[in-house]
């Protein structure tokens, strides 16, 4: 079927294959550099990375070249988009928007680059409302609207065992990180403005994680609402919330357990998990 719109992200969007494959979305990876070798996300497994990053390897992320996004964009007009809505991390994280932006510059049909201002499966849940809209017949006006709408209304949590990946990436301070170790406390996150930004710290894992899932209950309200529960290398940590977050969200429309992208992942440190909380 020829899609009029067609979809396109990057791989900090978190998107299960599944959902991609049956929502016709195409995901461009985000780059990982783990000493000499640099790949596209998806070629980089876990423990590789989790093992490196505890051996304190040197370890970074970087957008995909503009001619990644070129190419992607050339072949969803080869297939007969008319238009193409390009959406994509904050750009207070990453300079993803940026190259998708250059890389549209020598495409012939119109590229719409939104830049969501935030990450995970807010990101994800916000393509997936574009893909919706898109399926439906909606205009790329209307699928990058039904986008911006999804990721402004969405809640990004995020859990840290420790600050000092973060830190490393430079997303905080190197004071900020002290403290959480020195303290033992459990650093909670949100992204707001299209940062990262501290939200809580908690004593300890457990009532971090039980923390956690209140703090997801109350944004979600009684409203309907899409959730996902992302981590990185901490599977029976996420089953763990999901279940609590699906005891006590009956209304929840949608639920879903999917790996942290690894670009992420890089960045926030093995042991770390996400709550997504997206009204419908």
Same mark, same amino acid.
């Given at each position: 079927?020829?899609?009029?719109?067609?979809?396109?992200?990057?791989?900090?969007?978190?998107?299960?294959?599944?959902?991609?494959?049956?929502?016709?979305?195409?995901?461009?990876?985000?780059?990982?550099?783990?000493?000499?070798? &640099?790949?596209?996300?998806?070629?980089?497994?876990?423990?590789?990375?989790?093992? +490196?990053?505890?051996?304190?390897?040197?370890?970074?992320?970087?957008?995909?070249?503009?001619?990644?996004?070129?190419?992607?964009?050339?072949?969803?007009?080869?297939?007969?988009?008319? @238009?193409?809505?390009?959406?994509?991390?904050?750009?207070?994280?990453?300079?993803?928007?940026?190259?998708?932006?250059?890389? @549209?510059?020598?495409?012939?049909?119109? #590229?719409?680059?939104?830049?969501?201002?935030?990450?995970?499966?807010?990101?994800?849940?916000?393509?997936?409302?574009?893909?919706?809209?898109?399926?439906?017949?909606?205009?790329?006006?209307?699928?990058?609207?039904?986008?911006?709408?999804?990721?402004?209304?969405?809640?990004?949590?995020?859990? #840290?065992?420790?600050?000092?990946?973060?830190?490393?990436?430079?997303?905080?301070?190197?004071?900020?990180?002290?403290?959480?170790?020195?303290?033992?406390?459990?650093?909670?996150?949100?992204?707001?403005?299209?940062?990262?930004?501290?939200?809580?710290?908690?004593?300890? @894992?457990?009532?971090?994680?039980?923390?956690?899932?209140?703090?997801?209950?109350?944004?979600?309200?009684?409203?309907?609402?899409?959730?996902?529960?992302?981590?990185?290398?901490? @599977?029976?940590?996420?089953?763990?919330?999901?279940?609590?977050?699906?005891?006590?969200?009956?209304?929840?429309?949608?639920?879903?357990?999917?790996? &942290?992208?690894? +670009?992420?992942?890089?960045?926030?440190?093995?042991?770390?998990?996400?709550?997504?909380?997206?009204?419908?």
């Amino acid at each position: 079927m020829i899609r009029r719109v067609a979809i396109i992200t990057d791989s900090t969007a978190c998107l299960p294959d599944q959902l991609v494959e049956k929502l016709g979305i195409v995901v461009v990876q985000i780059q990982v550099r783990v000493g000499d070798r &640099v790949d596209d996300e998806a070629r980089v497994p876990v423990p590789e990375l989790v093992d +490196a990053m505890r051996q304190r390897l040197d370890v970074a992320t970087t957008p995909p070249d503009p001619g990644a996004f070129f190419w992607a964009y050339q072949e969803a007009a080869s297939a007969g988009a008319e @238009a193409i809505v390009s959406l994509h991390v904050s750009s207070g994280l990453s300079r993803t928007a940026e190259a998708a932006r250059a890389g @549209a510059a020598q495409v012939r049909i119109p #590229v719409h680059v939104v830049d969501t201002g935030t990450c995970g499966m807010s990101l994800g849940y916000a393509v997936v409302a574009a893909a919706t809209v898109g399926q439906i017949g909606g205009d790329a006006e209307q699928v990058a609207a039904a986008a911006r709408h999804s990721a402004a209304r969405s809640t990004e949590l995020i859990y #840290v065992d420790t600050l000092e990946y973060l830190r490393r990436g430079g997303r905080i301070s190197a004071s900020a990180a002290f403290l959480g170790s020195a303290l033992s406390m459990k650093p909670l996150l949100t992204v707001s403005k299209g940062l990262i930004s501290p939200l809580e710290r908690v004593v300890g @894992a457990e009532r971090a994680m039980r923390r956690l899932v209140d703090v997801a209950v109350k944004r979600a309200g009684e409203q309907q609402v899409d959730i996902a529960v992302e981590h990185f290398d901490a @599977a029976e940590r996420a089953q763990a919330v999901l279940e609590q977050l699906t005891e006590r969200l009956p209304r929840a429309r949608r639920v879903l357990l999917t790996p &942290v992208s690894t +670009a992420i992942g890089a960045h926030v440190g093995p042991g770390a998990l996400g709550v997504t909380v997206s009204p419908v």
